[in-house]
């Protein structure tokens, strides 16, 4: 069973910057197709950003395009999510996602979840 743990969140002001961290429990996570999904209260979860296996694919949702940024150290066996510019409506749990057959971008089509880490944005 692939493990996903994420780390770095915290609380920050508007303006400031944070990196997510993911580490994945294979050796072999550079076959994976990841990404990051998040959940603000009282909303469903929202699909943030994910990159192919070499990160030669990366694709952003619209609401963060230009301000994050996904990158992955597959030697490592982490994926990580550089968020810039933070705004109070980045403020959400943020979750790190996996599969090995992507199928589109959907929170369903990912096979392996992460137990999330809070990011909080003070305006």
């Known amino acids: 069973q692939v493990q996903l743990v994420e780390s770095g969140g915290g609380l920050v002001q508007a303006g400031d910057s944070l990196r997510l961290s993911c580490v994945v429990s294979?050796?072999?996570?550079?076959?994976?197709?990841m990404g990051w999904f998040r959940q603000a209260p009282g909303e469903e979860r929202e699909f943030v950003a994910y990159?192919?296996?070499?990160?030669?694919?990366?694709i952003y949702a619209d609401s963060v395009k230009g301000r994050f940024f996904i990158s992955r150290d597959n030697a490592k066996n982490t994926m990580y999510l550089h968020m810039n510019d933070l705004k109070p409506q980045d403020t959400a749990i943020y979750y790190c996602v996996a599969t090995q057959n992507y199928r589109g971008r959907s929170a369903g089509n990912w096979n392996y979840w992460g137990q999330g880490t809070q990011v909080t944005v003070s305006s």
């Open positions: 294979e050796s072999s996570s550079g076959t994976y197709v």
């Open positions: 990159a192919s296996p070499t990160a030669y694919t990366r």
